[in-house]
């Protein structure tokens, strides 16, 4: 086997319109959007600048079936930048981006090599001498939902020595949060007897076998905080003997990401405005080079609880914070170009408390006493968590959708519904907070 390198990527999601944001600027807003693209930039001059052999997308490259023109120039422009460099590009469609779609047929470059709505392979080789290096296996979804296990129909070269490497856009062993759409399990994708299954459909970054290595990249760029933390895409580099060193390369130019700040031991508006400040800056000074979205979690117990959860207050320094930020960008906007060190509050996630001594109210002869004890009973019996919650949550279960999210919910989601149930019904107790507050709320 002959020493090869590719680049492995999938979800670009391009002209993502993120419609979703609420108290978004105009000009922060299409800084957002123009995000995917610059990942996808970011993407083209990886693959250029470390000299890959090819590049593989695994589905996804619009974000809608009926992509946009300004989307279909930009991709044409950039596999136009890796022909000039001799680059190949191999690429199935997904569920966003089907075959089917309403979409201008913009001529793909012959260096370009887009799979058939049937499972097909085709040959790599490698730039410096044009030796076969690997075989290509895909698929591109021919309709935007496609419920078969494409990957039993993947199989192996008999005989081949060349590495062989699986694009597959789809749902491995029924990940929660996507679509069932290509259905599989691991068991199946390591039974094939390839060496590389190139995933796509899944926008978190999870390397779920390395022997085979079966790899999800994730998407390119994060598109809301549902998509937080580092985002890019994976270079590939295989040995002669076969063996395949993974390296994880950033693209994203936003990145979303969620960060918890107490106000234990905070008396003040003033003293809670400054300690926020000083976390944005310290998430400023942690990715200076980007963009950063960010929902503030507010943890702890003080006397700011039944401002924050009751009062517009919350609402109000949202907004202050979101003021400071703009005029920064406002001021920055001609040096930065792309937003760079720009901490956008997307908002507060309130998860406060008020102030009290559980321990001493646990051993307390109370009613108060009494309900953290039974807290504590129930929450060290799973079943009696279970039969608590179900009880509980039985007429919203009668929705459709609600009942779906239901169904999802974890053991330790449902433990702590039970803690938040437990703390409410302690605030209205001792607590001059108005009962229409309520804990875990969010301010946007």
Known sequence: MKAFRFLHAADLHLDTPFSGMSGVPDRLRELLRESTFTAFERMIRLAIEEA???????????????????????????????GEHGIPV????????????????????????????????????????GEPVA???????PTPAVHENLAIQYQREPGSDLYHIGLLHGNVDGQEGHDAYAPCSLRDLQASGYDYWALGHIHKRQILCDSPWVVYPGNIQGRSLKESGPKGCYLVEVAENGEAELSFRRLDQVLWLESRLSIDGLATEEALKLSLEEQLD???????????????????????????????????????????ELGRFEAEAVEAGQGEGIVWPAGFKLETGVELDREGLVAEDSFLGELFRLGERTAA?????????????????????????????????????????????????????PPTSREGRSVS
């Open 90 to 129: 191999y690429l199935i469609r997904g569920n966003h981006d089907p075959l089917s779609g309403r979409r201008l047929r913009l001529a793909l470059p012959d260096h370009v090599t887009e799979f058939g709505p049937k499972v097909e392979s085709v040959t790599a080789v490698r730039r410096s001498d």
């Open 282 to 324: 310290e998430l400023r000074e942690a990715e200076p080079d980007r963009m950063t979205v960010v929902r503030l979690i507010l943890t702890g117990r003080g006397p700011l609880h039944g401002m924050l959860q009751s009062g517009p207050e919350a609402a109000e320094l949202l907004q202050e914070l979101r003021r400071q």
């Open 52 to 82: 890959v052999d090819f590049v593989v997308i695994s589905g996804d490259i619009y974000d809608a079936s009926d992509s946009s023109l300004r989307a279909q120039l930009r991709l044409r422009e950039g596999w136009d930048k890796l």
């Open 381 to 433: 019996e799973p079943e009696r968590v279970e039969e608590l919650v179900d009880t509980a949550l039985a007429q919203a279960a009668e929705n459709r959708q609600l009942r779906r999210i239901l169904q999802e919910l974890n053991p330790e989601a449902k433990r702590e519904l039970v803690r938040r149930a437990e703390e409410l019904a302690a605030a209205l107790l001792i607590d001059d907070t």
């Open 135 to 141: 075989v290509l296996t895909g698929a591109s979804y």
